[in-house]
Structure formats: structure tokens, C-alpha cells
């Protein structure tokens, strides 16, 4: 089992390095933890991150993380889960951690009547071609870090300001705009449980 840390609305940087912490401080026996947060408006730059994705960002910070991925946006009203896995120990990889938070994210959805999917191409959930989730990891010491981000009931105008994950076209959505009105915090429930659910089995 994992502990469940309700984190509330943080600051970007500081959760990322209380990861980073976390897994290089972590050893065996170490409990895996599943963190659940909103951040303050924040863009993030992956490794594979190119700035040339980022179009307009003006006074909202931009942070060079070291998850998987390009360029995205976190803020109020988006929901965040950051997966602290001991994959060795769960017996997964990295490519089937993504598959099982895309579908946590695709399970959840289907429970409000959203019919979401995942592509092979481009990993994230998306309903009708817009994307409303996000994933990006790190491995570190067979240990992930990161996790996913789902669209709740944000601002997404800043999205506008970047080439989301990297593509010019991509447009993306949120709960709020499906019909779907729900607290960030009902929806983690529902998230977590998926994911817990997955990893025990």
C-alpha cells in the first residue's frame, strides 16, 4: 500500500525538490507515496523540452524540470499526482506505469459518462482530440517520481501561450467544459483509487 499525502496548493519548485529528495533518500523498505497537489500558475519544461515551445509566457514562471516530456502548464483548479513508486519492487516498467496512470485517468473520466483515449504516439488522455491529461515521469534508483496532471476546472488560457507538449495544434480541455462539475479533490479520489486499485493487482 501507499501512503496518500493531501499536499493542497503549492508552490512548483518546492514539491519538485521535496521528490527529488524523497527518492534519493529512499531505501528498500521505504513506503511508496502517491502525492496529491494543485501548483500556483507555473509553465514546465521537461528534458526533452524545447523553449522554442514556449510563445508568450509572460510573468508566469518557467521551470526547467527533470521529468519526461515537453512543455506544459500546472495551475489552480488542475489536478496533480505525483507517483513516489519503487517500480523494481512493484515489478513494473516505466512503460507500463504510463499506461496504468493513463488508465486511472481514462477509468475516472468513463465514471462521469467521458469517453477518453489514450494515443501510442503522444502518451496522455485525450477526449475528442483535445487533451485533458498529461503524464511525465523520472526514474531514479528504479524509483519513479513525477506523475500526471488531469484538467479539472482551470484557467486554460495560458495554454494558449505554449505548444502543448511540444505540439502547435494541439488544443486542450478540462472537466468543467465537458459538463462535469466536481472538486479536485473528489476527483483524486477517484484517480487514486484506479491507480491503487492497478497496483495491487
Given amino acids: ?11 512548483y519548485e518546492s514539491i519538485w525538490r521535496d521528490m527529488q529528495q524523497f527518492t534519493q533518500n529512499r531505501s528498500p523498505e521505504t513506503m511508496d507515496e502517491i502525492w496529491v497537489v494543485e501548483h ?6 521537461g ?18 524540470s527533470d521529468r519526461g516530456g515537453q512543455v506544459t502548464y500546472h495551475g489552480p483548479g488542475q489536478l496533480v499526482i505525483y507517483t513516489l513508486l519503487d517500480i523494481e ?30 494515443r501510442a504516439d503522444a502518451p496522455g488522455v485525450y477526449v475528442n482530440d483535445k487533451k485533458i491529461g498529461s503524464i511525465g ?3 531514479k534508483k528504479n524509483c519513479s517520481y513525477h506523475g500526471l496532471s488531469l484538467n479539472n476546472d482551470m484557467d486554460l488560457r495560458p495554454f494558449d501561450h505554449i505548444n ?28 487514486i483509487q484506479a491507480i491503487t486499485t492497478a497496483l495491487q493487482t
Fill in 1 to 11: 500500500m501507499a501512503v496518500i499525502r493531501n499536499l493542497g496548493l503549492q508552490n
Fill in 164 to 191: 502543448p507538449c511540444g505540439y502547435s495544434d494541439l488544443k486542450v480541455t478540462q472537466l468543467s467544459d465537458l459538463g462535469i462539475n466536481i472538486s479536485t479533490n473528489q476527483l483524486a479520489s477517484s484517480v
Fill in 137 to 139: 515521469l523520472r526514474i
Fill in 47 to 64: 528534458l526533452n523540452g524545447k523553449r522554442e515551445h514556449l510563445l508568450n509566457t509572460g510573468n508566469i514562471p518557467v521551470i526547467n
Fill in 89 to 118: 519492487r512493484l515489478k513494473i516498467n516505466i512503460r507500463e506505469l504510463v499506461t496504468l496512470l493513463e488508465q486511472a485517468m481514462i477509468r475516472t473520466l468513463a465514471q462521469h459518462g467521458i469517453i477518453a483515449f489514450s
Fill in 40 to 45: 500556483f500558475p507555473v509553465y514546465t519544461l
